[in-house]
T-cell receptor, first 114, second 110 residues
């Protein structure tokens, strides 16, 4: 069974640009969460989607947005990039019927903002 | 104050040592706890999951929760170089998101 797939794995952008990251969850998983990981702040929750609806949102500015498609694939977008947005963005999916804590993570998309 | 605190290390031990990794949390409403392991350039993977106070053992790994002191621990017996990774404690908030500790980087030297 394929794991969580994130694309692209690495990308470099400049300040002011926007970026879109993609996540394909494990087949059959309908819940997709996004986390930002930085050396200073660790892993921080961005948002969670289930059946194309955002169920939870973390404390990030409105420049961070996401969506989920009918096939459970998810995208997140960051507009007007800032240097501080440089981070590893992790997507995770959860099996149906499993508790919040049991997440399967992808390998992440490493964003560098210059 | 962060809701889950974890010493980032790094922690370096010789092969075969017993490793103790620890976290504290602030909210007594947190009910269950997880330990994730993250290898370099990889995403975190769930290692252990505990619901209540006491110990839970899985092979060389033991997770311990002390709710009276809001303290959670992960012990690794007979540590191996392949255990070198970052270990993250986590707990679900009442809104459903996972709250992670900072992560402790462990290096096991042969």
């Amino acid at each position: 069974k394929a794991g969580v797939t994130q694309t692209p794995r690495y990308l470099i952008k400049t300040r002011g640009q926007q970026v879109t990251l993609s996540c394909s969850p494990i087949s059959g998983h309908r819940s997709v969460s996004w986390y930002q990981q930085t050396p200073g702040q660790g892993l921080q929750f961005l948002f969670e989607y289930f059946s194309e609806t955002q169920r939870n949102k973390g404390n990030f500015p409105g420049r961070f947005s996401g969506r989920q498609f009918s096939n459970s694939r998810s995208e997140m977008n960051v507009s007007t990039l800032e240097l501080g947005d440089s981070a590893l963005y992790l997507c995770a999916s959860r099996p149906p019927g499993q508790s919040t804590g049991e997440l399967f993570f992808g390998e992440g998309s490493r964003l560098t903002v210059l | 104050q962060k809701e889950v605190e974890q010493d980032p290390g790094p922690l370096s031990v010789p092969e075969g040592a017993i490793v103790s990794l620890n976290c504290t949390y602030s909210n007594s409403a947190f009910q269950y706890f997880m330990w994730y392991r993250q290898y370099s350039r990889k995403g975190p993977e769930l290692l252990m999951y505990t619901y209540s106070s006491g110990n839970k053992e899985d092979g060389r790994f033991t997770a311990q929760v002390d709710k009276s002191s809001k303290y959670i621990s992960l012990f690794i017996r007979d540590s191996q170089p392949s255990d070198s990774a970052t270990y993250l404690c986590a707990t679900p908030s009442n809104t459903g998101k996972l709250i992670f500790g900072q992560g402790t980087t462990l290096q096991v030297k042969p």
